[in-house]
């Protein structure tokens, strides 16, 4: 079982960056794909990105392109989300998760981290 703690929200002005971290534990992180998903007030979670764990391939909704960055430490496996150039659409409750390499789907879940940008 993958346990999954998010940290680093908090708020900043429309322009700023802020780095949200997640630290993993409980399983081995080669075999996973680790995301980070956000849920604005009144709307449904949104994947932001994506990347592989054993290779780091990456993956990012086009809104946060060129602006957002995952990464992760695997010595110790920690997910990263730089996000840049912050904007107040990007105001919303940040949530790392886990999926498994075979699967499509998103099993695991932090508690997510509350991000807000003033305009």
């Known amino acids: 079982q993958v346990q999954l703690v998010e940290s680093g929200g908090g708020l900043v002005q429309a322009g700023g960056s802020l780095r949200l971290s997640c630290a993993a534990s409980?399983?081995?992180?080669?075999?996973?794909?680790l995301g980070w998903f956000r849920q604005a007030p009144g709307e449904g979670r949104e994947l932001v990105a994506t990347?592989?764990?054993?290779?780091?391939?990456?993956y990012y909704t086009d809104s946060v392109k060129g602006r957002f960055a995952i990464s992760r430490d695997t010595a110790k496996s920690v997910l990263y989300l730089q996000m840049n150039s912050l904007r107040p659409e990007d105001t919303a409750v940040y949530y790392c998760?886990?999926?498994?390499?075979?699967?499509?789907?998103?099993?695991?879940w932090g508690q997510g981290t509350q991000v807000t940008v003033s305009s």
């Open positions: 409980g399983g081995t992180m080669a075999h996973y794909s």
């Open positions: 998760a886990a999926r498994g390499v075979f699967s499509s789907t998103f099993d695991y």
């Open positions: 990347i592989a764990w054993a290779g780091g391939k990456t």
